[in-house]
Every structure is written in structure tokens, then in C-alpha cells.
């Protein structure tokens, strides 16, 4: 009876520490979810999802270990279901090039705050039209390196180095506003 007894206790302690990671990745997981999902309705749904998932599996999380990188890989599965439950709506989504992007950087540097995506909107929009367009054509999956070379006359590999050039762009306005303090860390 004692056995069990300290069983429960430490499922009890167990519990409680999944509970405090999963409330502290909240906000975290919900941008990820919604940069993956934009302007989708049912992101609120499968951060929900994501949620239950996390509880449902926890016993498969080991404490001490990446508690992000083990949400964020179900989260990134529960954004595929629910794709693949919309796939006949042909909606437009991300690449997985920019997902696998973007779950990166989320894993490694937490940029979730509300700061951060607007550094990222302003980066965006000191860009000119074209190159916002090209960056956007690439990373919403609706073009290939081929197909964008093609439609402006250039080589697949001349697009690559202006993709390249425009990410580092962006890349850099990022830090240099993340120097002025305009960027919470």
C-alpha cells in the first residue's frame, strides 16, 4: 500500500511539472501554430488539440529534456491533421522549408513576443514591393525557385542568391532592431 502510495505521489509531482512547461510554452506554442496556420480560424482548435495531445502523451516526455522541441513536434503534427482534414478547401499554406524555418528559430531563440512579429512586419515592409513579393511567393508554397526564375526571366540559381540576399535583409533589420531595444529578448 505504501508503494503505491508514493507511486501516486510521484505522478502527482510528474503531473505538475508537464502542467507548468505546458503553461509556460503556451504562448509559444500558439504563435507557432498560428505562423504555420496564418489567418486560419482553427488555429485556436489545434493549439486546443495540441494541448490535449501534450496531456495524452506526457508520460513519453522526459523531464529534463527539450520540453519545446518535443511540443513544437506535436504541434507540428496536429497543424498536418488538421491540413490534411482542410486539404479539400485548397487553402494556401507555408512551405515546409519555412516551417522547418521557422520551428527553428521559435526552438531556439523563443521569438514569439507580440515585439518580435512586429520587428518582422517592419523589416517586411522596409523592403521594396518586389522583393516583399518574392519573399512571399517563396515561402507561401504557391511557387517553386523554378517557376519564380522563370516568371521574371532569370536562372534558378540567380533566384536562389536574390532569396538568399533578401533573407539576410530581413535577417539583419531583425538584429539591428533586437540592438536598438525595439525587440523585447
Known sequence: ???????????????????????????????????????????????????????????????????????????????????KQQARDRQLYFSEELEELVTEEMQQHGAVESGHLEALHRCLQKLRPRQRELLMQRYSGQWTIAQMAQQVGRSADGMRVTLHRLRSLVAQCLRREADQGDVVP
Open 1 to 83: 500500500m505504501e508503494a503505491a502510495n508514493h507511486a501516486n505521489k510521484a505522478n502527482e509531482g510528474f503531473d505538475a511539472e508537464i502542467v507548468r512547461l505546458l503553461v509556460a510554452e503556451q504562448l509559444p506554442l500558439s504563435a507557432y501554430i498560428r505562423s504555420l496556420l496564418p489567418g486560419d480560424p482553427a488555429a485556436g482548435d489545434v493549439l486546443q488539440a495540441t494541448c490535449m495531445r501534450i496531456w495524452e502523451k506526457r508520460q513519453e516526455f522526459c523531464l529534463g529534456t527539450n520540453f519545446r522541441a518535443w511540443a513544437f513536434a506535436i504541434a507540428r503534427f496536429e497543424v498536418l491533421n488538421h491540413r
